[in-house]
């Protein structure tokens, strides 16, 4: 019988998956997506950092849907993990199933993205980039390369997820300390996502033309969506300069070529490391920061060839 | 035994699965997991007692998951306001009036389900990115939140008690009633159940605030639940719903469908999700197996159904002596 046959097969991987488990430490990880150009890299860095510490990576991906997360966490704590790291794609929606993990006596650590105050009594630390910092770093290279004024858009990342609300808070916050001129034209969600960033980029362009003298996507992947429509619409006419941020490798030949103006480094292995460094500390008993950061750098023209890219 | 094995083919599934996964996966076969499956369900399971009930009716509802959303941020919204109750109760209200929507262009103005709750759907999420300005909207009672998670009697949340709730509720309804059994008709061919004086129009307005107001009460329970109404929740319920309810056997072309079928179908797709995420199987290889199983059972249902006498509708068939078209 056929089904038979497919279960069997389900299960024999099943069973290959988990024989390793006896034994170590379970850490569940519950990740934003499995294929995606900056979380792919950390999960990979995270996995073989937790090979090395000798501990057991239960990885469950949320795809990008907060509601896929929240059921997952129920999953790390009936699973009985040893310990939580959570990607967090809402400032609220895990705090229930964190405080029920707190509840099962497991600690839990965010990675990547922040969430709201409120969470902190159920996290031991927070590790990854300082998204917040990150819009202000892209903030500082826009208006410089602007001059202090022009109309610019925003192509944010997906609605409500701790990164896209630091990165543009951050970057309007310090266009506003600054004093800058700069104008904001539009802000549109294009989900971190090349193909979506492309349609949005069109739909500005048909709206707003030749106003837009600047660009700031929440990354170097939504910049490239920018970019390409730009150039399908306007041929060889210069792109306005497109601040991104990530530091991939693409962005770099970007820069290099003069298509985008800056990008911010930030490493996607560093990122994976540090959490499960992290993890790996608690699970000892050591103590550990409530906030690890992750070091930045704004990368232009004139550095471009001194600084290796993230990914 | 082949026509026994079809004919229990989802829990057959089920229960393979949970065999499955109880002998491979440490730590699968206990109550807790259990617990925490049935609540992970309950989102999923609420709206699909909704969705049986319209695809009975011979209707389909594909703006469930936007309703989900916007019932939840209406009820988050308004809690500094109103309190905790009275803003649950507007959320699950702002649900039926939804439905009503949807039921006023499908059976008033005629317009076919599928292209009416296809725009709805695309109106509702607008709606919810429109009124939370794209930013998810914190509650005002995080202990609350942490109390809906609460695990009573080592089984049941608040919300997994009420999705057991329906289905039985549902199932009594279907089952024992005359209105259950015009249901059916009603599903089966309109222009027979009007001509045999049913209110057909009045069954599938019914239906779509029915099904509306409960996706409505599932997006008010998560946001109380995650203390959070967000532009996004639901998104993918959609299709999971909709999964769920035709595993269990009910048609989307109408006129059969069961309530236990539908909890059958909430638990399997409960169940293979848990099982592979306690086996840390990638999202991309679960959808795959999922979507297998899902061809599978389906086909099954079809060589059943084909050869077999066709449940549910008989009963209705009998009552008013119709004949039916073989399908």
Not at chain 1, 110 to 133: C, H, R
Not at chain 1, 150 to 155: A, N, Q, R, S, T
Not at chain 1, 168 to 175: A, I, R, T, Y
Not at chain 2, 92 to 101: D, E
């Amino acid at each position: 019988m056929r089904k038979f046959t497919r279960l069997a097969g389900l299960a024999t991987a099943a069973l290959l998956a988990t024989t390793a488990i006896a034994g170590a430490k379970t850490v569940c990880y519950v990740t934003a997506a499995d294929s995606h150009a900056y979380a792919t890299p950390a999960n990979e860095a995270l996995a073989a950092k937790a090979a090395e510490l000798g501990l057991e990576v239960l990885s469950l991906s949320q795809n990008f849907d907060v509601q896929t997360g929240t059921e997952q966490l129920n999953t790390c704590i009936a699973r009985k993990a040893d310990a939580i790291i959570l990607w967090p794609l809402d400032p609220q929606a895990y705090i229930p199933g964190l405080a029920r993990a707190q509840q099962a006596g497991i600690p839990s650590i965010l990675i990547n993205s922040p969430m709201a105050d409120e969470v902190k009594p159920f996290i031991k630390s927070f590790t990854g980039p300082d998204v917040y910092e990150e819009g202000e770093m892209a903030a500082v290279a826009l208006n410089e390369v602007l001059g202090g004024k022009g109309k610019i858009v925003i192509i944010a990342g997906q609605a409500g997820n701790g990164t896209t609300l630091g990165r543009v808070g951050g970057f309007v916050d310090k266009l506003k300390e600054l004093g800058s001129g700069i104008e904001i034209l539009d802000t549109v969600n294009a989900d971190f996502d090349q193909q979506k960033a492309l349609v949005a980029s069109r739909d500005l362009i048909t709206r707003f033309g030749d106003q837009i003298e600047g660009v700031y996507a929440n990354d170097d992947t939504m910049a490239r969506g920018f970019i390409d429509a730009w150039k399908e619409a306007r041929g060889d006419a210069p792109v306005p300069p497109t601040v991104g941020i990530n530091g991939q490798r693409d962005a770099f030949d970007s820069i290099r070529s003069g298509e985008m103006y800056s990008t911010i480094v930030q490493s996607p292995k560093l990122d994976g490391e540090l959490a499960i460094e992290t993890v790996a500390k608690i699970l000892n008993g050591e103590e550990v920061g409530e906030r690890l950061p992750i070091p930045l750098t704004v990368v232009t023209k004139a550095n471009v060839d001194q600084v290796e890219p993230a990914f | 035994m082949f026509a026994t094995l079809m004919r229990y083919r989802v829990p057959a599934i089920l229960a393979l699965t949970l065999i499955i996964a109880s002998l491979l996966v440490p730590d699968f076969a206990t109550l807790t997991t259990l617990a925490l499956g049935l609540d992970r369900s309950s989102a999923i399971g609420l709206v699909a007692v909704g969705l049986t009930v319209l695809l009975i009716a011979g209707q389909i509802d594909l703006s469930v998951g936007s309703v989900f959303a916007v019932s939840g941020i209406v009820a988050v919204m308004l809690q500094p306001s109103l309190g905790l109750l009275v803003s649950s109760i507007v959320g699950v209200l702002a649900g039926s009036l939804a439905g009503a929507i949807n039921g006023f262009i499908v059976v008033r103005i005629g317009i076919n389900s599928l292209v009416t709750t296809l725009a709805t759907m695309l109106v509702f999420r607008s709606i919810a990115h429109w009124l939370t300005d794209s930013q998810p909207i914190p509650g005002t009672n995080i202990l609350f939140s942490i109390q809906m998670s609460h695990i009573y009697a080592g089984l049941f949340t608040l919300r997994s008690a009420l999705f057991l709730a329906a289905i039985v509720g549902l199932h009594l309804w279907l089952t024992r009633t005359v209105a259950g059994r015009y249901l059916f008709a009603v599903g089966s061919s309109r222009a027979a159940a009007d001509a045999s004086g049913i209110a057909a129009q009045r069954y599938l307005f019914g239906s779509f605030v029915f099904a509306s107001t409960l996706a409505g009460a599932a997006g008010v329970l998560q946001s109380l639940t995650t203390n959070t109404g967000s532009p996004v929740y639901g998104s993918e319920l959609t299709v999971a719903v909709i999964a769920a309810v035709v595993v269990g056997g009910t048609r989307l072309e109408g006129g059969i469908g069961s309530a236990l079928g539908t909890l059958g179908g909430v638990l399997v797709i409960a169940a293979l999700t848990t099982a592979m995420e306690f086996s840390s199987v990638p999202a991309y290889y679960q959808q795959v197996v999922s979507g297998v199983i899902l061809i599978l059972l389906i086909v099954l249902d079809r060589l059943f159904q084909g050869n077999g006498r066709v449940r549910g509708r008989s009963d209705a068939a009998r009552l008013k002596g119709f004949q039916w078209r073989r399908s």
